[in-house]
Every structure is written in C-alpha cells, then in structure tokens.
C-alpha cells in the first residue's frame, strides 16, 4: 500500500472515489452526490493541484481506495490552524489501517508547516468507529453542532475535535 500527496494527474481516480463516498456515506459529508455529480476530473485537477491544500491518497496497486485532505487556514488570525476533511476509505479496505496511516500523513504533514499548532476535523456524532481512530491518534472532543446535516429529512450531529501539536 502507497501513500502519498495526489496531484491533478489522480483527478479521474479522485473523482471516482470522491463519488463513491458521497453515496455510501452521505453523512459524512457537508456536500452531496448531488452537489458534485456532474464534477469532471477536470475540476478535480484544480482542486488536487493546489499550493494551498493537500490531499493525500492511499493506493492499491493502482488503485486509489482512500483519502484525506488537510487545509491550512489561511487568514492571519487563524494560520495557527489546520482542518481535516474529506476523510474515506473505500469499504473493502477498511480495518486495514488505511484511515489511520492517512490520518498520521496529515498530521505529519501539519507538524511541517511551521505555523500550524492545532487541528481541528468533525465526525458524525454516530460514527463510532471514526471517533475511535482519531482520539487514538490524539484527537479531543470539544463540543457537538446539533442538527449539523439534514438528509431527506433526519439530521445529524457533528462532533467537533482537535489534536493540538
């Protein structure tokens, strides 16, 4: 298994997994299939190609089967931070350890860059098994958002956490 930092170049296989998440698990998501569904690999490609995000894939072979993406913030006020989003791994490779190595390449990735002391992701309130993986790797619960997502109708919760460097 590869991990490493995609470029435009994964746009298409990007896009594939990218769909695919928001299907399987759409409460995991502020956006929606139907947000993103008509997205080409083209818009993908500015996304992953950015200077100012990074976007970390795992690989089988070929194949990529799961990501994360971590964004600095960018405002003065908050260059102390960095946000985690868009975590997935495709359903056949979970309990691998796939979520957890591309946690950690976040982080490390965060610990890198100079200004970043803290940060921060949500995780639905339900997701037992999300919740497990990042307070093992440090991550602290800090608060709840009621009602976060509604979807056809229910809502969710979200969980706030932070991993202070």
């Known amino acids: 298994m590869e991990i490493r930092r995609l470029n435009g170049g994964d746009a298409e296989g990007y896009r594939v997994l990218r769909h695919e998440a928001l299907l399987q698990n759409p409460e995991a998501f502020s956006s929606s299939y139907e947000d993103e569904m008509y997205y080409e690999a083209s818009d993908y490609k500015q996304r992953l190609d950015s200077k100012f995000t990074y976007t970390f894939g795992a690989f089988d072979g070929d194949l990529l089967v799961g990501v994360v993406t971590l964004v600095p913030e960018g405002k003065v006020k908050l260059k102390h931070r960095a946000n985690i989003f868009a975590m997935y791994v ?55 958002e009621k009602n976060a997502l509604r979807i056809n109708g229910t809502y969710y919760d979200e969980d706030l956490m932070v991993l202070f460097l």
């Open 90 to 144: 495709t359903d056949s490779q979970r309990g691998r350890g796939l979520g957890r190595e591309l946690v950690k390449t976040a982080i490390q990735q965060a610990a890198e860059l100079s200004s970043v002391e803290q940060i921060h992701l949500t995780v639905t309130s339900s997701n037992e098994p999300a919740k497990k993986l990042y307070a093992s790797l440090g991550f602290e619960p800090y608060g709840v």
